[in-house]
């Protein structure tokens, strides 16, 4: 009895001091759902604000984050920790809210400065291939919200709105010429490091980033189904695998140089 006893204690000593480095380290212990993310069915249009209620339908799951250091350039000193997530659907679409603590707001790129972004990737065969870009016989599809897109098209906007609004006082002509983009996301496929390409055809995934209280939050929206044949078909009901991964701007990171997370079970919710 008394070494059942021992044994015990040495086994919460050590769940104890693991607890304990998790908690130095900032990596969440336990998520919300578990392993799990379920995308909840609801009876409305998706919408592509973080504000709207609807979110609070969805438990959120907690998805720690770490350093890619399978692949060169290896990058163990990822700066995001951890991510939170949401999903909702309505049967015809779906949408994840991406959410993580960032101090600083990083939307341009230079030679030297980057962006902020986040990634969501989707194994498109019915095997779960490698998490850091798929495989070259499973291929991945990836969906890649860049910062700097956003800001393209926020300031197109603007621009639109300040047009109508016609001349106020002294008119000033500006020669600022602004990409045209239909959406922050871009579309790809990969099938294992330095594999990633930019689909021909583009899936309509469309999104939207708040950055705002040192937190992005970031929406991505598209049809369950589709006709593209490197897209993910999210069939209502069914389990798929999915994973995330972030880039902080600021740290300097880019490409391979990312937080990443495993992966992780998406139900999508067939039933109201």
């Known amino acids: 009895m008394n070494l059942f006893k021992g044994r015990i204690s040495a086994y919460l000593l050590t769940l104890l001091l693991v607890i304990a480095t998790l908690i130095q380290i900032k990596i969440p212990i336990v998520s919300s759902q578990a392993s799990i993310l379920k995308s909840k069915i609801v009876d409305m249009d998706l919408p592509l604000d973080p504000g709207s209620k609807l979110w609070s339908e969805s438990l959120p799951l907690v998805m720690p984050l770490s350093g890619q250091v399978v692949a060169f350039p290896k990058w163990p000193d990822a700066a995001i920790k951890s991510i939170e997530i949401r999903s909702i659907n309505n049967g015809r679409e779906i949408a994840f809210m991406l959410s993580w603590k960032d101090s600083t707001k990083n939307d341009k790129v230079t030679p030297e400065k980057f962006r902020d972004g986040a990634a969501i990737q989707f194994p498109i065969g019915p095997e779960t291939p490698f998490f850091c870009m798929g495989q070259a016989d499973n291929f991945s599809n990836i969906w890649h919200w860049k910062a700097d897109w956003q800001t ?3 300031r197109m906007k603007a621009e639109i709105e300040d047009a109508k609004k016609g001349p106020k006082g002294d008119s000033i002509i500006r020669f600022e010429l ?3 983009r239909a959406t922050p996301i871009e579309d790809l496929i990969g099938g294992g490091f330095s594999t990633l390409t930019t689909k ?4 309509a995934i469309m999104g939207n980033g708040i950055w705002e209280d040192d937190t992005w939050k970031v929406i991505f929206k598209r049809s369950l189904l589709t006709a593209g044949e490197y897209d993910v078909q999210l069939n209502p009901g069914r389990i798929k695998t999915i994973s995330f991964a ?4 600021e740290n300097k990171e880019r490409n391979g140089m990312k937080a990443v997370s495993t992966w992780v079970q998406l139900l999508v919710d067939g039933t109201s």
């Not at 021909?200 to 899936?203: D, F, G, I, K, P």
């Not at 972030?246 to 701007?249: E, K, L, M, N």
Request: proline share 7%; glycine share 8%; no cysteine.
């Open 178 to 180: 602004i990409p045209k």
């Open 246 to 249: 972030v880039w902080d701007g």
């Open 200 to 203: 021909t055809v583009q899936a």
């Open 152 to 154: 393209d098209i926020d």
